[in-house]
């Protein structure tokens, strides 16, 4: 386009810029990217993917005991994090590889280097380069917070750190009670580390329904997880080779590593925003309008940055659509409602739709279905482990509402029922579909009783 340089300038390589890159790319647009870390950004990088491969790697430690009851011996299992390290590695970087390719291979240019804004269609590089483009981007995601008031807060590491550990603490300390959080904390667990959570809330996982929040907590508890809710760190402090930790009930105690998992803040600090007339949020994320377009007509954002909903396929839908409406001649738009959501929490959860709370606040009459059984794996491993499944329906319509699953598998189970919701299943639908026996998932079509608990 006469004038500028490029078409599309995005800045930050993740999944959100890529895809915008790519996409815009393939409609003819001269498309530059911009990365100064990694391509692949956190879910790739740092983020879901390598946490995947770890949750994999802890589950082993109780799929081995369950081998005892199905006729096997286990006696010469070991297990070396530093080995696990090395295969994770490998494979991010066979990603960040694949994901430089498929850039390149739509037409998009990559450059290695930081960007920021310099105007509302100029970038400057770190190297000291201006160029223009028609349109900006910004696709720079977040970063893990921790809070720089906390006396000793540089003693901590966050989910980035976590990943490429030396070595296994005996005993480690997650502060948060979010995804990531839980998370780590079945990861650090199933590899032998001793696991403290401290969260500041009265319960893990605010904004998921209850019932799953409790069963999840409770299933913690029983993989030897210490849960200590309502309490926070209010001082760390270095002791030998590890840390002591200090509550604000004023209670301390010792680990070889503590890990803030308080959520993530967007990543917006130097990049020239401010300069250009860009609005942020309170809590410093991009506004923009329902096609990514923020206050300055030739910049977008999608993805983490955002603040809508920090979830990779979400930024991945935001970086399409922004291609396909800018350059592509459409008119799309995302929707952010009935995401689909799984959390590698062991058990894992997935969940779909609205929580009971919430159903209950919107609609005047609210059905809900639930059951809690023991797997059938379990009749013979011996686990003491109980899946629960949840179901919440317009008691006027017969519409499901919301779909909450707390068990294995369910974050598989979690993305077919987004499209049973989406299509506006009714819980007759849900009835009448036959049951696939012997399953777990047969469950969510053989449950009659309304729960009157």
């Known amino acids: 386009m006469s004038g500028f340089e490029y078409d599309l300038f995005v800045i930050g390589a993740g999944s ?15 498309v530059a990217v911009a990365e100064e870390y990694r391509v692949g950004g956190t879910c790739v990088i740092r983020g879901c993917v ?9 589950k082993f430690a109780e799929e081995f005991e369950d081998a005892i009851g199905f006729g096997w011996t286990t006696d010469k299992v070991s297990f070396d994090w ?23 291979g739509a037409g998009a240019e990559l450059i290695l280097d930081r960007a920021t804004v310099e105007d509302a269609n100029t970038v ?28 000793g807060h540089e003693l901590a590491i966050t989910s980035n750190e976590a990943f490429h550990l030396e070595r296994l603490p005996s005993r480690i300390v997650i502060v948060g009670g979010g995804y990531i959080a839980v998370e780590f904390a079945g990861i650090f667990s199933g590899l032998g580390v001793e696991t403290v ?16 929040r409790n069963h999840l907590a409770g299933e913690m508890k029983k993989k030897g997880i210490e849960l200590r809710t309502q309490a926070d760190v209010s001082a760390i402090e270095r002791s ?26 967007p990543n917006v600090m130097d990049l020239g925003l401010d300069k250009v007339g860009v609005e942020l949020t309170p809590h410093y994320a991009i506004k923009v309008d329902e096609y990514s377009r923020t206050a300055v007509p030739t910049i ?75 797997p059938m794996k379990h009749t013979l491993s011996g686990r003491d482990e109980r899946m629960l499944m949840k179901l919440v329906v317009d008691g006027e319509t ?35 579909t036959m049951a696939v026996h012997p399953t777990a998932a047969e469950e969510l079509v053989t449950m009659r009783e309304k729960w009157t608990g």
């Not at 959570?197 to 209850?210: E, H, S, T, Y």
């Not at 919301?402 to 299509?423: F, K, Y």
């Open 16 to 30: 959100g810029g890529v895809r915008a890159a790519r996409i815009a790319a393939r409609y003819g647009a001269k």
């Open 50 to 58: 390598p946490k995947k491969l770890f949750v994999y790697a802890s």
């Open 82 to 104: 530093a080995t696990l390290v090395e295969n994770k590695d490998k494979e991010i970087d066979r990603l960040n590889k694949a994901y430089i390719r498929n850039l390149e």
């Open 124 to 151: 400057r590089l770190a190297s000291g380069r201006k160029v223009t483009a028609r349109y900006i981007l910004v696709a720079t995601g977040a970063t893990p917070f921790v809070p720089r008031h906390l006396p």
């Open 197 to 212: 959570l401290v969260c500041r809330g009265a319960q893990i996982l605010r904004g998921f329904d209850d019932d799953i």
């Open 240 to 265: 030998g080779t590890g840390v002591r930790v200090t509550l604000n009930d004023g209670t301390g105690f010792g680990a070889g590593q503590i890990m803030f998992a308080t959520g993530r803040i």
């Open 300 to 374: 977008y954002a999608v993805g983490d940055v955002t603040n809508r909903a920090n979830l990779t396929p979400v930024a991945i839908r935001e970086g399409h659509a922004f291609a396909d409406t800018v350059f592509g001649g459409k008119d799309v738009k995302v929707d952010h409602s009935l995401i689909p959501t799984a959390v590698f929490s062991q058990p894992e959860i997935g969940t779909v739709g609205l929580t009971e709370a919430q159903a209950r606040e919107s609609f005047r009459a609210v059905d809900i279905y639930k059951t809690s059984f023991r």
């Open 398 to 432: 017969d519409r499901v509402l919301g779909c909450h699953i707390c068990g294995t598998d369910a974050g598989e189970m979690a993305q077919l029922l987004g499209i049973s919701l989406r299509l506006g299943a009714k819980k007759s639908d849900f009835d009448a």
